[in-house]
């Protein structure tokens, strides 16, 4: 049995409890034998077995009062993995769904996604099962006071650093960053995605969404082909996928669809971002209200798509944006994708696409992005925004994304040189798996058992 199954069958007997986590796991595992065939110092030194293991858990109880001054009791989490080539940095995502099994494959990600931005930051991510959906200014605001009650012990700017992720934007960021200066009396750059006028940088908002775009280009480009003129789907109507249909537009695409946790929007017309911005940023409404404000908008429910299906996935289009959450696409959405003829797939979320799904792309030989290569201009940015306040100075829009945009065809050239080198042209799954793996395993290696 290869050295990867070995290690992945120990996890899964371990970790049953925890089906995310293992399924990210598998996705790397099952790509890495060929570099640890290539060095045998990995099998040696134990790579495999500690990598999957986060280096520190923190786990703690939220309370909070409601508006009705009713006590609320949430469940608190950080999952600082892997600190090898730099202090912790992920996101903190708040949303009901949240447990540690999937904080757990979320941080596991961040790992090489990390790596692979060629920046020095470490692997980390964290959240609450609170659920931000419905609650008032004044509840969120208390709610992550007394998130940092717990938070601020074990974070720091040089040694761990939170973001935004699902539920967590500029408002939650600016609650909990005045929260831990009142704690802890530092005005430092302990977290990302910070508002601009005390430390954020321009073009984090956009980042993440932008950069999947960025990524698509360079695949595409790299095939002869461009997204100018071509029909997309993208997913979600949250930072990511907002600003995925900003940067489509100034591509010369045309963005078809969005969705959010109740329904989608299809129309043919394309997607109006300024509306799903008042919709979504500012209004923090359902896209029901998006289809009252825009009369070609065509909504379909939740409750009315196909049983086990994403009806997002059954628009006909040339290019697709996942940008929601995990398991958004199943074999038979990237079945119906490819038979409608789509010819690339770019990931904006995290682990969007079943590995039968991720299979069915592969196998059709279309551009396929995985998540950890395509969507990590976000926590790219972020390390761009660390490297702002450690210099307290601040970046224009243009020197920003110039850099996020270096940034996303780096990482294009590592997973397809590296795809290359292993004699599997085209593959970034298994290129963007060891490209971000060796640096960190080499790091881990050079700095011992500790
Ligand atoms: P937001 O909270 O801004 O938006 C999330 C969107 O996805 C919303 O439209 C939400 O619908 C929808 N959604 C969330 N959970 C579910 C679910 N269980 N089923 C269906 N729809 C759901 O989050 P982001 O845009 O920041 O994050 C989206 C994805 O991108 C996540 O996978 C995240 O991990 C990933 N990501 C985010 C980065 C960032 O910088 N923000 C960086 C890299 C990856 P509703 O509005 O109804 O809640
Ligand atoms: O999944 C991700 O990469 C993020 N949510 C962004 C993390 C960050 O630190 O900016």
Redesign the pocket.
């Known amino acids: 049995m290869s050295y990867s199954q070995q290690v992945f069958d120990e996890l899964k007997g371990r970790y049953a409890d925890q089906p995310e986590f293992l399924q990210a796991v598998q996705e790397v595992l099952t790509t890495l034998q060929p570099a640890l065939d290539k060095n045998p110092a990995y099998q040696r030194n134990k790579i495999l077995e500690r990598i999957v293991e986060p280096e520190r858990i923190f786990q703690f109880r939220v309370e909070w009062v409601d508006d009705k001054g009713e006590i609320q009791v949430n469940r608190g989490y950080r999952v600082q993995f892997n600190s090898a080539i730099g202090p912790y940095k992920g996101?903190l995502?708040f949303?009901p769904?949240v447990n540690l099994g999937v904080l757990k494959f979320?941080g596991f990600e961040q790992i090489f996604?990390n790596s692979l931005t060629g920046t020095p930051i470490g692997g980390a991510k964290g959240g609450s099962d609170f659920d931000p959906?419905g609650k008032s200014d004044n509840e969120v605001m208390r709610f992550c006071q007394a998130f940092m009650v717990q938070l601020h012990r074990y974070i720091g700017a040089l040694v761990d650093v939170p973001?935004?992720?699902?539920?967590?934007?500029g408002r939650e960021i600016g609650y909990l960053y005045g929260a831990y200066k009142r704690l802890t009396t530092k005005y430092e750059g302990v977290l990302t995605?910070k508002p601009l006028n005390f430390g954020g940088s321009l073009a984090?908002t956009e980042?993440?969404?932008y950069g999947t775009v960025y990524f698509a280009q360079e695949m595409l480009k790299a095939r002869g082909e461009s997204l100018e003129g071509k029909k997309c789907a993208v997913?979600?109507?949250?930072?990511?996928?907002?600003y995925c249909c900003e940067k489509l537009y100034q591509v010369g695409a045309t963005p078809v669809t969005?969705?959010?946790?109740?329904g989608m929007i299809y129309d043919p017309n394309g997607i109006k971002v300024d509306v799903l911005k008042q919709v979504?940023e500012v209004e923090?409404a359902?896209?029901t209200r998006y289809a009252e404000l825009v009369p070609t908008a065509q909504y379909t429910a939740?409750d009315d798509y196909p049983a086990g299906r994403n009806a997002v996935w059954s628009v006909p289009v040339d290019a697709a944006f996942p940008?929601?959450?995990?398991n958004?696409v199943n074999v038979e959405d990237a079945k119906c994708l490819l038979a409608n003829g789509c010819k690339c797939v770019a990931e904006?979320?995290?682990?969007?696409s079943s590995i039968e799904a991720i299979n069915e792309f592969l196998k059709s030989g279309i551009a396929y992005g995985p998540?950890k290569a395509a969507?990590?201009?976000?926590?790219a940015?972020?390390q761009l925004e660390m490297e702002q306040n450690a210099g307290m100075t601040a970046w224009t829009f243009d020197e920003v994304d110039g850099k996020l945009h270096n940034i996303m065809t780096g990482i294009y050239n590592a997973a397809a040189e590296t795809a290359r080198e292993f004699g599997c042209e085209g593959n970034l799954v298994l290129g963007a798996n060891i490209a971000g793996f060796r640096k960190v395993a080499d790091a881990m290696i050079a700095q011992g058992v500790i």
Request: proline letters at 2%; a positive charge; aromatic letters at 0%.
């Open positions: 996101g995502r949303h769904t979320l996604k959906k973001a935004g992720d699902i539920g967590v934007g995605g984090r980042a993440t969404g997913s979600g109507a949250g930072n990511v996928a907002i969005v969705s959010d946790s109740r979504k923090r359902s896209l939740r940008c929601a959450t995990q958004e904006g979320a995290n682990m969007p998540a969507n990590a201009g976000g926590v940015t972020s």
